[in-house]
């Protein structure tokens, strides 16, 4: 099955610009979508099809993917941007249809 | 506007069976595909498994074929999971997303509790 592979962690001063890392054997041909996911609430998606912004989110958080790595960045970052961020793709090798996540990576904001 | 709820979770032994559901409102649920996701405690996000608009379609996740089912009463709006034959390792947050049907999730609901333990 496919593998996406995220950095445990990220740690990123406020006002500094945070790249998370989404790691899969040729990612770019796949539509990588993120979401960011804080304690006891429900995920949110801040990025679809690569490096679209739901309405809502913010112009900081944008995304790119390309070969074997997609990336989410976030810039000025503010403090309420700590959170889980996971990246997901669909899979459709295989015997059947898969939704993918990546293990995810804790975003500390300094 | 769009809301998902949960419920259903509790505490049950292993070997035990669960229903989970997932009431929807503010859109057109008979359009959407529906997933559940779960989480683990100190876990990600795990994908469960996805029901197409009309029902017809159904896929899970390996670790769970045989002893979920996901279906969907669209006449109610509701999403739903039946859970059997738990596992310790079924203990999680389990949340219902709708998928925008092109593979992503843009609305989740809160999420609801199943612990597994003797």
């Known amino acids: 099955s496919y593998v996406l592979t995220q950095p445990p962690s990220v740690s990123v001063a406020p006002g500094k610009t945070a790249r998370i890392t989404c790691g899969g054997n040729?990612?770019?041909?796949?539509?990588v979508h993120w979401y960011q996911k804080k304690p006891g609430q429900a995920p949110v998606l801040v990025i679809f099809?690569?490096?679209d912004r739901p309405s809502g989110i913010p112009e900081r958080f944008s995304g790119s993917n390309s070969g074997n790595t997609a990336t989410l960045t976030i810039s000025r970052v503010e403090a309420g941007d700590e959170a889980d961020y996971y990246c997901q793709v669909w899979d459709s090798n295989g015997d059947h249809p898969n939704w993918v996540f990546g293990g995810g990576t804790k975003l500390t904001v300094l | 506007q769009v809301q998902l709820v949960e419920s259903g979770g509790g505490v049950v032994q292993p070997g035990g069976s669960l229903r989970l559901s997932c009431a929807t409102s503010g859109f057109s649920f008979s359009a959407y595909a529906m997933h559940w996701v779960r989480q683990a405690p100190g876990k990600g996000l795990e994908w469960v498994a996805v029901?197409?608009?009309?029902?017809?379609?159904?896929y899970y996740t390996d670790s769970v074929k045989g002893r979920f089912t996901i279906s969907r009463d669209n006449s109610k709006n509701t999403l739903y999971l039946q859970i059997n034959s738990l596992r310790t390792e079924d203990t999680a947050v389990y949340y219902c997303a709708r998928e925008t049907g092109a593979t992503d999730f843009d609305c989740w609901g809160q999420g609801t509790v199943v612990t597994v333990s003797s």
């Open positions: 099809y690569d490096f």
């Open positions: 040729n990612i770019g041909s796949k539509n």
């Open positions: 029901i197409s608009y009309d029902g017809s379609n159904k």
